[in-house]
Each structure stands twice: as C-alpha cells, then as structure tokens.
C-alpha cells in the first residue's frame, strides 16, 4: 500500500493501526529496562510457561553414579526342595503374602517314606539295646558273665543311640513333626519367614531335587531393599561407610529416596575396573528389586547447593543463562555458574538462590523473540 506523502503524521499513524492491528493483537514482551522484561499475566506466552520454585539439597560429593534395587538378603530366601520328589499341589503364588511355616507346596516323596522308617527302625533297636544293656548291667554284678560281655553290650547300644539320632536329625532338617508322624511320603514344604513370593520356579508334576540350581520360590520382605552401586575405581576416595545418598528412579521422577553405604567391596573387579558398593534404601514401599536408579554420594556435613532443571538453561557460547521472575510477569534473564551438571540437573555454584522463581519450561522460546527483538 502506497501512501500520500502529503497526509499528516497523525492521520498515518491511524491509517497503520487500521492495517495492522490485526497482527498485533497477541501481548508481546515488553522490555522497560535494559535488564528485566515484562510478559503481560493475561497473554498466551506466559500461559504457557512453567516456572518452578528453587530448592537446596545437600550436596554431592559426585555426579550420580549408576545403580540397582535389589533385595536385602537379610530378608530374603530362596527355597529348594531337600528331598527328592515330584510336586502333587502347589499352595501358593507369586505375589501371595506368606507367613512363617504355611505351606507352599505339597510333594510326593518315597525318601520320606524311607526317612520314617529308618528312624522308627532306629529307635526300636535302640530300646531293644538299652534292654540287653540293662540286663547285662545285672549278670556282670551278678557275677554270671564277664566284664568283655558287658562291653559289647555297651558298645552295641552307643552305636544303636548314634543311629537313632542320626535318624532324628535327618527327619527335623526335612522340617518333620516327629511328634505327629505318619505313614504318609507327602512332603510339605512350608516357608521359613514372613514375606512375600516374588518368584516361583514350581508346578504340578514337576521333579524336585535338592542339588537343584535354582531355587522354586524366593520370598522376600519389600518393605527392606538394598541398591548397589558399580563405582568407577576413580570415586572411590568420594564414597566411605554410612555416608548419606541421594537415591532416584525413573517410576518417579519428582521424588528422592534416602539412602546409605553400608559396606564397599574389598576389591576392583579386573574387567570392568570398578568396586561393588552395597547401600540401605528408604523405599518407602514404592521401589522394586531390579528398578535401575541413580545415586548420588552427599558430601559431608550440612553443605546445600540449589538444584536446577536443566531445561531452564540457556547456553550462549561459554555461558549458561535462566529467566528467573522476579515479580509476576517481569522475567529477568541472568548468568549462572554451574557446579555439578548432570542429564537432568544440575547444581548452581553462583548466580541463583533457593526459593527463587526459575522458568524451567519456555525457556528458549522468550530467548528467541528477545534475539529476534520482538
């Protein structure tokens, strides 16, 4: 559009506002001062953004290292058969709640036939024995027969009473009431502790050994969990025994659990060069043996830095930038300096305090339409 030169200022600048209000109706940033910008409350882009609160966390001794949940072994078992035998019933799941003795599963077993038996065949011979050495006991003061006598009958009844409780022995490490014993060769294989399956390798009709190489069910407590760390050889001078950690996973992403080093392997392993690290975990009954995690080692003492999303940053050349807000709508883009940066955040050395307002979503969208000086 071609305008008359001759046409007044003011009737110009309507003319323009005519045309082009249209493309000016979204709010724009505003900049009244040469360091802080101004977004209207009521505008499509500050709708749009996320701005979050800083907050200290203790301070890490290190970037987060890689780790696993695993079970806490002090509250776990793995149970085998000790009898040979084939499954008849099996009495319990995976994810069954399991006290201490109830049965899980019921095997047909002829070795415990043979078990009963030779302990009722034990201690037969042994009262039978215990009678000859009773009596023997009686002719030797009797004078009836010599004292070589007696001590074979002694002898035979030590070997008898070695036998009986042999037999005995064998029958409470199959976990048997001998109290309550049947002519039955059904086997009960009856949990040990209070907890929870979270494995079973059984099912009806399957054979059971004992020198089998893996277990037919695993119980465990959840409630107690340990995570393990591969630490790099090159950390180890940053981790030592009860130092507080700072544990995540990725099931939830906005919450720490808290953890400690309970024990540091004795050696490096050759291949990967890197030291097993063993730690207690808080998991407040969310986390799972085999979630991934990463753990970050805190330093000592009460030392705080702020943590920051990385998704607030700005980089420009050597430097890192975030839009903090001041006061509602008024952006102010400063310098940080960062310690410690990691793939999600990072720790501020300088430029930030906590309880300050970052935008951690939007970010590079202001620091665009600033550079393009709208």
């Not at 930038?321 to 952006?331: A, D, L, N, Q, S």
């Amino acid at each position: 559009m071609m305008f008359n030169k001759k046409l007044s200022p003011l009737v110009l600048s309507i003319l323009l506002g005519l045309n082009f209000g249209s493309a000016q109706a979204a709010p724009k940033i505003a900049k009244p001062t040469s360091s802080e910008y101004v977004i209207s409350e009521n505008s499509p882009q500050y709708a749009n953004l996320k701005i979050e609160t800083l907050n200290e966390i203790p301070a890490p001794a290190t970037a987060a290292l890689n780790g696993k949940i695993t079970f806490d072994e002090n509250f776990t078992t793995r149970i085998t058969s000790p009898i040979l035998g084939r499954a008849i019933k099996i009495n319990a799941q995976i994810g069954d709640q399991v006290k201490s003795g109830q049965t899980l599963a019921s095997i047909d077993s002829p070795d415990l036939g043979t078990a009963v038996a030779e302990y009722r065949k034990a201690h037969a011979d042994l009262e039978l024995k215990r009678k000859g050495l009773e009596r023997s006991k009686l002719l030797l003061e009797g004078g009836v027969i010599a004292q070589k006598e007696y001590d074979f009958s002694q002898s035979e009844f030590s070997q008898s009473e070695a036998e009986a409780q042999r037999t005995k022995a064998r029958l409470h490490n199959l976990n048997i009431d001998i109290s309550s014993l049947s002519g039955s060769e059904n086997y009960a294989l009856r949990s040990p502790i209070n907890g929870i399956i979270v494995d079973r390798q059984i099912n009806p009709g399957i054979e059971v050994r004992p020198d089998a190489s893996a277990p037919l069910f695993i119980i465990t407590n959840p409630s107690h969990l340990w995570a393990t760390i591969d630490l790099p050889e090159r950390d180890l001078n940053k981790v030592f025994l009860g130092q507080l950690l700072n544990i995540e996973v990725d099931a939830f992403p906005n919450e720490h659990f808290a953890g400690k080093v309970q024990s540091i392997g004795t050696a490096v392993d050759s291949s990967s060069r890197r030291i097993q690290v063993r730690c207690t975990v808080e998991s407040k009954n969310k986390l799972k043996p085999e979630m991934y995690a990463r753990i970050t080692p805190l330093s000592a003492g009460k030392a705080k830095v702020i943590r920051l999303p990385n998704s607030a940053l700005i980089t420009e050349g050597l430097y890192n930038y975030v839009f903090v807000e001041t006061k509602p709508g008024h952006i102010q883009k400063r310098k940080v300096i960062l310690d410690v940066q990691e793939h999600e955040y990072s720790t501020v050395k300088e430029g930030l305090q906590a309880g300050e307002h970052v935008i951690t979503s939007g970010a590079i969208l202001i620091n665009s339409e600033l550079a393009a000086g709208k």
